[in-house]
């Protein structure tokens, strides 16, 4: 792979280094007189860093389109979309109308692309704690371990975690998963109430509840970059 950057020079800079933003453009700072060879030879030392870097860039961060939180905007939610209706009106919460959430913008506000997403984040947040409730019990059955509580919070890098205490934490994200995606992460977390760690015992349970977890892996990892807004 050919690796594509720019080099950006200042005079009295004195360490070389690679800046990779989360649209994947590559910055190289250097100073103002070190040759290109010397860059290039640094770049292509830090190869496998680069594309490591690159490659998750484009799991979590881009090659998204930016929302624009407008009226007739398609969202996710459980495998399927629904269009985001706006209408002027007194602030209320946001809901599920058909395959349309609503969202009131009251006249004062001046930012609505903010209150939108505020407004939808909450919608999200609202949905996934009901419905992770539930597979959370169910699946809390089948594993028979208990989980502490659940917390449904914005997780910038990963979809869940389980404290060693047994505390679970979802993204609001995942529920914009089809229900069987959403249950291969539910069963992850409550399988760690067993082993909190990878290993191959660990695996052995998850597949166990979910005989094809490792698809539902693959599928978050080249889908999830879509939940991100
Ligand atoms: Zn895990």
Redesign the pocket.
């Known amino acids: 792979m050919d690796l594509k950057y720019k080099i950006k020079r200042r005079p009295r800079r004195k360490t070389l280094s690679i800046v990779i933003s989360s649209d994947n453009r590559i910055v190289v700072r250097a100073n103002q007189t070190l040759p290109d060879g010397a860059i290039a030879e640094f770049v292509e030392s830090k190869r496998a860093w680069i594309s490591k870097t690159l490659k998750f860039n484009d799991t979590y961060l881009s090659l998204y389109i930016p929302k624009k939180f407008i009226d007739g905007e398609n969202f996710l939610y459980l495998g399927g979309e629904f269009t985001l209706r706006i209408e002027r009106g007194k602030s209320e919460t946001a809901v599920l109308i058909d395959s349309m959430v609503l969202v009131m913008l009251p006249n004062f506000i001046k930012t609505p692309f903010d209150y939108i997403q505020g407004k939808l984040v909450q919608w999200y947040t609202a949905q996934s704690y009901m419905i992770l409730k539930e597979r959370v019990g169910v699946y809390s059955r089948i594993l028979n371990v208990e989980a502490r509580s659940m917390k449904i919070r914005t997780l910038k890098r990963t979809w ?3 404290s060693r205490l047994g505390v679970l934490t979802f993204s609001w994200r995942l529920i914009m998963a089809p229900l069987t995606i959403i249950d291969y992460v539910v069963v ?2 409550l ?2 109430r067993i082993h909190h ?2 290993s191959a015992r ?1 695996w052995k349970q998850v597949e166990k509840v979910i005989p094809d977890y490792k698809v539902c892996k693959k599928w978050l990892r080249e889908n999830g970059r879509d939940f991100h807004w």
């Open positions: 869940a975690n389980c992850h977390e399988a760690h760690n990878h660990f």
